[in-house]
């Protein structure tokens, strides 16, 4: 049997900030309808290794492909060319981050409808059709034109789902989109994510919620000090790590 397409795929990452060596060659690929939860101690890279996805924070060395578009930056920083295909590889990436990041003076609609509109040249009525069908998934419809500020935690991350889904991504990308939540609010965005899930929707999730990974995952990665040190199914890495270190945090966060 062959593989789903690649929609991701990350070969011989590297980052350094100053001295600290961040980053030391990640290697990861993501099929279509992969969710990779990627867990690790704080400060081991996972946020770093997200934000090189989309060249945030531009690599030193090493190449990301999304799709058919791909880009090898040397030393940090982006040519001209190169600039132009991270742009594209942003347009078809979605973003979750830890503090929600929605735009305070908008609507929850006109945060959704945004890219669409601004980005994607779609026109109103289609992306606000689409809009509302996204909302409704999220189970927001009722919020469309409150403000970011009136809502929970939990309300503004899914609206940030919501926003994400909007661009068609191929890949969603989450950083944990639960650590900023009071805890009664976590369970309505994994109930979300879960459905994406259960979509075949390819994600990839840094995330501390050890029994939402093992739930949701296809695979489960461990980073420990900007490396891949584990990377198999749940049943694998929660049920059976080769490495000790893997097997104490887990035992840890549970
Ligand atoms: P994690 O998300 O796993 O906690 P991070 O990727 O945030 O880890 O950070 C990994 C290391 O990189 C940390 O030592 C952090 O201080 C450092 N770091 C991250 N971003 C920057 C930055 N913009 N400038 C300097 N150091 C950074
Ligand atoms: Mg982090």
Redesign the pocket.
């Known amino acids: 049997m062959s593989l789903p397409p690649t929609a991701l795929s990350i070969t011989g990452l590297r980052k350094r ?1 100053g001295a ?1 060596e ?1 980053l030391r060659g990640i290697d990861l690929t993501a099929q279509d309808g992969d969710v990779i939860s990627l867990i ?1 101690a ?7 290794l997200l934000r090189c996805i989309p060249m945030l924070e531009v690599p030193d060395a090493g190449t990301v492909s999304v799709g058919a578009d791909s880009v090898s930056p040397k030393g940090g920083r982006l040519s001209r060319a190169e600039e132009a295909v991270a742009r594209r590889m942003r347009g078809h990436l979605g973003f979750v981050f830890q503090n929600f990041n929605l735009w305070p003076h908008r609507t929850v609609l006109q945060n959704v409808v945004e890219a669409p509109l601004f980005v994607q040249n779609r026109s109103r009525a289609e992306a606000v059709d689409e809009a509302m069908v996204l909302l409704e998934k999220v189970g927001l419809t009722d919020k469309r034109d409150a403000w970011p500020a009136h809502l929970s935690g939990g309300q503004q991350q899914r609206v940030a789902i919501a926003r994400a889904l909007a661009q068609h991504p191929r890949a969603i990308l989450f950083d944990e989109p639960t650590s900023a939540l009071d805890p009664e609010l976590v369970g309505e965005v994994l109930k979300v994510i879960r459905s994406l899930a259960e979509e075949g929707r390819t994600m990839l999730i ?1 995330t501390h919620e050890m029994g939402f990974a093992r739930e949701v995952s296809s695979r489960v990665v461990f ?1 420990h000090q900007g490396l891949v040190e584990e990377d198999g199914t749940p049943a694998q890495v929660f049920g059976n790590p080769g490495s000790d270190r893997c097997r104490a945090f887990i035992s840890g966060h549970f």
Do not use: C, H, I, M
Request: net charge positive; proline share 0%; aromatic share 8%.
């Open positions: 900030f600290n961040v690790g704080s400060g081991s890279g996972k946020s770093t840094v980073l």
